[in-house]
């Protein structure tokens, strides 16, 4: 019930703006949140959102990426400026919406249940 759209090819320093449309009720999730895996390496996270609104991103991309949700939408929204070679990956989009409160942090990819098929974004140098 989610699906990701936007990704595509850009050069370093542009800009994308990745969509993921939700079937589920996305004000009823507890987390939704961004990963992203690149060739040969393991899926990691990139940020998320609560559902206070609260948000949190990787290191490697604070400062250069935005994470939004309009619940009135269903839809999860990644911002990513100033991109560099090293953000080239498959981005998914995931949400918790479980009916109780799981106790890992965002990070924890087990804590959530749904799971879309991937965008790819690839930045060129």
């Known amino acids: 019930p989610l699906e990701e759209s936007g990704g595509g090819s850009v050069q370093a320093g542009g800009s994308l703006i990745l969509s993921c449309a939700a079937t589920i009720d996305t004000s009823r999730t507890n987390y939704m949140a961004w990963f992203r895996q690149a060739p040969g390496k393991v899926r990691e996270g990139v940020a998320a959102v609560d559902r206070d609104g609260f948000t949190d991103y990787a290191d490697s991309v604070k400062g250069r990426f935005t994470i939004s949700q309009d619940n009135a939408k269903n839809t999860l929204y990644l911002r990513m400026n100033s991109l560099k070679p090293e953000d080239t990956a498959m981005y998914y989009c995931?949400?918790?919406?479980?009916?109780?409160?799981?106790?890992?942090?965002?990070?924890?990819?087990?804590?959530?249940?749904?799971w879309g098929q991937g965008t790819q974004v690839t930045v060129s140098s």
């Open positions: 995931a949400a918790d919406a479980h009916n109780y409160l799981y106790a890992g942090g965002w990070l924890d990819q087990a804590r959530y249940n749904y």
